[in-house]
């Protein structure tokens, strides 16, 4: 029987198959499958350890659980105390409960500390072929191993935590075959290509499905271009994205901690070769092509990911982006309000106030060499505070090592300490009422950034032309 990466790894994994009839084929109901490794943090897991306590259960397996604090840390000066309350009590309680239950935590004070999404891969954590969850809707990332990674809520932490398993539906395959290759110049990035496809699927467009990426654009890109794509699968609607594992894969994979020793990581890859690849005749239930060799650098104008369009484009009215879906023609003319932006003003001529460089997405160690390429030289408009937020502590200091810092704080850029920063307003870094910022994060929701905040999605070496410039430029003019 023909099958999908993503059937592999389900049906390796699923205790109690509730995923189809054999008579009819219908879903009967939610299967029940084993989870491998467990990311939590401190946002989404003390609701889950405290329904432990008041059940009396422990955490079935600790050793597949790792911690990190990164929603609410700091990204100014670690020696300063927590100011904000809530932060606090979230930071200080996780870590009791990770000492109560025996889970091994790198927290602020850790040189392995960062965000969950990226010190999962950089400490091998992440392994192709395994079922990954998190209290995140970003877990998505780990797909890029070839990893079946997805988000639960709180409710389902609890549950893994005392079981190491989880209830779910089986979702639908989805193919998106991209093709083409990125320009050598690096102006065309990961991040244009994800942005591109949720613009033609839509937000909903994966919805109830994991879409596996294949193609000569997706196989040409390294570790972590592959987790920038993966990474936005969720705002595509999807429940997960997946790429299949390769030699870049398992080059990645050499020497990292969790990952297994060399003798017994060679097994795994014979056996990852063989396995973690879709037959070559199965049928997907849905399957997309986009190609990217015309592909431009994409920058977002609405209060959703699929409202983009190219950098050398005006932002559409209502009516073009909505092509007579009524409901998407009140969303857009919502978003123009909530960004004051009028339809047919150019994008170049849309100015900014801030620019960040961060987050699950693009916070990885390329991401930062890439930006310090543009930025060398060049300094920061003076109208514009710009930030960099490594996504790692391993990330700070290997930039550090290459200089990477005093290339971004000469050119007038701030260079923080690692964690989810301003993607988000968790934390002391969020936008005031008003400001625009072009973000290398993954979401343009309204207030995502702090309350009444603008944020225009875009790739890092865009961001940075951005921060120089004062308002979006074609970075392809400029490499």
């Not at 009516?319 to 007579?324: K, L, Q, R, V």
């Amino acid at each position: 029987m023909q099958k999908t990466l993503f059937d592999k790894i389900w049906d390796s994994h699923v205790v109690i198959d509730n995923s189809h009839d054999e008579h009819t084929g219908d879903t009967t109901g939610p299967s029940l499958v084993y989870i491998d490794r467990h990311l939590i943090h401190e946002v989404t897991s003390p609701q889950a350890f405290a329904g432990l306590k008041q059940s009396g259960r422990k955490v079935r397996r600790p050793g597949l659980t790792i911690a990190t604090t990164d929603h609410n840390v700091s990204t100014g000066n670690r020696s300063l105390p927590v100011v904000d309350e809530v932060s606090k009590m979230q930071l200080e309680t996780l870590g009791r409960n990770c000492k109560e239950f025996g889970i091994t935590i790198y927290d602020m004070t850790s040189p392995d500390q960062g965000i969950v999404h990226v010190i999962g891969p950089e400490l091998g954590f992440t392994l192709p072929g395994t079922t990954i969850v998190c209290g995140d809707s970003h877990t998505s990332t780990h797909g890029a191993f070839g990893a079946l990674a997805f988000g639960i809520g709180t409710s389902e932490v609890e549950h893994v935590l005392a079981t190491q398993c989880i209830w779910m539906y089986k979702p639908k395959s989805f193919l998106i075959n991209v093709k083409g290759n990125l320009r050598k110049s690096h102006t065309i990035t990961p991040k244009d290509i994800i942005l591109k496809i949720i613009h033609e699927i839509g937000t909903d467009g994966g919805s109830g499905t994991v879409i596996e990426y294949r193609g000569q654009a997706i196989s040409a890109l390294s570790m972590e271009q592959r987790m920038t794509i993966c990474n936005m699968s969720i705002e595509g609607g999807a429940r997960a994205g997946l790429i299949a594992p390769d030699e870049i894969t398992f080059n990645y994979l050499r020497g990292r901690r969790y990952a297994p020793k060399e003798s017994e990581l060679d097994k795994m890859i014979e056996f990852w070769k063989s396995n973690l690849r879709s037959d070559s005749r199965v049928k997907f239930d849905r399957v997309e092509m986009i190609n990217v060799d015309e592909l431009a650098p994409q920058v977002t104008w609405g209060t959703n990911p699929s409202m983009v369009v190219d950098i050398t484009d005006s932002i559409p009215s209502p009516e073009e982006f909505a092509e007579g879906d009524e409901n998407k023609s009140k969303l857009a003319i919502r978003a123009l309000e909530y960004m004051n932006l009028e339809p047919g003003t150019q994008m170049i001529d849309v100015h900014v106030d801030r620019v960040f460089i961060g987050s699950c997405t693009n916070s990885r160690l390329e991401d930062l060499i890439e930006a310090s390429v543009v930025i060398k030289g060049r300094k920061v408009s003076p109208k514009v505070r710009a930030m960099i937020v490594p996504g790692s502590q391993k990330v700070k200091l290997e930039a550090e090592r290459l200089g990477l810092d005093r290339i971004f704080k000469e050119s007038g850029f701030e260079w923080r300490e690692s964690g989810c920063s301003m993607c988000l307003g968790m934390n002391s870094d969020i936008l005031s009422p008003g400001e625009r910022c072009a973000s290398t994060s993954n979401r343009n929701f309204e207030g995502r950034q702090g309350t009444g905040g603008r944020t225009h999605l875009v790739s890092p070496v865009m961001a940075v032309a951005c921060a120089i410039e004062g308002h979006f430029v074609d970075v392809r003019d400029w490499l």
